[in-house]
Nanobody, 115 residues
């Protein structure tokens, strides 16, 4: 499985941005897909996940500002981010967990929030 993220960039605080992740393969719908992020100088942290059954989970610290979704017909997942803050500046990584629990990671996309 290959994952390609897109949609990162520079945005002003309070703004919105949507990241996309497209996966290769024909069994995308059978796995879980999610997002992690790594702020500068910090460890990678969980952002959210959209499971194969449709359930989504988001990190509590986001306080509802981010929403993850998936479109199995397009082999894609999305991360809608709103009311962005400077602390959201990070490299955002898409990851996929297939039905055998193997992990796959994208190359990451930079999101920079200016205050």
């Amino acid at each position: 499985v290959q994952l390609v993220e897109s949609g990162g960039g520079l945005v002003q605080a309070g703004g919105s941005l949507t990241l996309s992740c497209t996966a290769s393969g024909s069994t995308f719908r059978l796995g879980d897909i999610g997002w992690y992020r790594q702020p500068p100088g910090k460890s990678r942290e969980f952002v959210g996940i959209a499971r194969s059954g449709g359930v989504t989970n988001h990190a509590a610290f986001l306080r509802g500002r981010f929403t993850i979704s998936r479109d199995n017909a397009k082999n894609a997942a999305y991360l809608q981010m709103s009311n962005l803050k400077s602390e959201d500046t990070a490299v955002y990584y898409c990851y996929y967990l297939d039905s055998l629990k193997f992990e796959y990671w994208g190359q990451g996309t930079q999101v920079t929030v200016s205050s």
